[in-house]
């Protein structure tokens, strides 16, 4: 069965630091990992998708993951965050009936 | 605007009283979902129609009634809810391929 793992629940870091948010993922079928953003009292938003090809994938406003299979790892990283990039950050993956399964999220706290 | 809209925002609603909440796609999906998110919990999937046919209910309590009349739209019909029930719901959709999810804004309810 096919799980996602969002090791922290909350990331503080300053404001124009870096930032990496972790995800773990088991999945017995072919992976396509998914990335999400949710701004206060807003949807979530796509920020990238890996589905095939290049390991590293560039998003928006600035992020960009990195497919790492013999990690069964998809961490998010930022160079330099900024104040409003405070949000949630749920991963998620394909499951085998093409529905996704999300992580449980992970809260980015920019302390100014 | 996502290209996925989500009616109300915003509904406080007694225990006694039925209301719907709509959500409309014009994105040319054939997959919408309903998902649950509550404070401090994972997303919760209730219901998937793809091709306008239920195909999944996951052990959602029947005061919630889900609605698909077209590919376009998606209800949830409510009634006689209990204060726990509070939540944020979301609406999404997807090609039936389930790569890359469009998200509504989501209804904020209240059950007082």
């Known amino acids: 069965a096919q799980s996602v793992t969002q090791l922290d629940s909350q990331v503080p870091v300053f404001e124009e630091a870096p930032v990496e948010l972790r995800c773990n993922y088991s999945?017995?079928?072919?992976?396509?990992l998914f990335w999400y953003v949710q701004y206060p009292n807003q949807g979530l938003q796509l920020l990238l998708k890996?589905?095939?090809?290049s390991t590293l994938v560039k998003g928006i406003n600035g992020f960009e993951a990195e497919f790492n299979k013999s990690q069964t790892s998809f961490h998010l990283r930022k160079p330099s965050v900024h104040i409003s990039d405070t949000a949630e950050y749920f991963c998620?993956?394909?499951?085998?009936?093409?529905?996704?399964?999300w992580g449980a999220g992970t809260k980015l706290i920019i302390k100014p | 605007e996502t290209g996925v809209t989500q009616t109300p925002r915003h509904l406080v609603m007694g225990m006694t009283n039925k209301k719907s909440l709509k959500c409309e796609q014009h994105?040319?999906?054939?997959?919408m979902y309903w998902y649950k998110q509550s404070a401090k919990k994972p997303l919760e999937l209730m219901f998937v129609?793809?091709?306008?046919?239920?195909?999944e209910n996951n052990s959602v309590p029947s005061r919630f009634s889900p609605e698909c009349p077209n590919s376009s739209h998606l209800f949830l019909h409510l009634h006689t809810l209990q204060p726990e029930d509070s939540a944020l719901y979301l609406c999404?959709?997807?090609?039936?391929?389930?790569?890359?999810?469009?998200f509504g804004s989501g209804t904020r309810l209240t059950v007082v």
């Open positions: 999404a959709s997807s090609q039936d391929d389930g790569v890359g999810y469009t």
């Open positions: 994105l040319g999906h054939n997959a």
């Open positions: 129609y793809s091709l306008e046919e239920r195909v």
């Open positions: 999945s017995s079928v072919s992976v396509y």
């Open positions: 890996y589905l095939s090809g």
């Open positions: 998620a993956v394909r499951g085998s009936n093409y529905q996704l399964i």
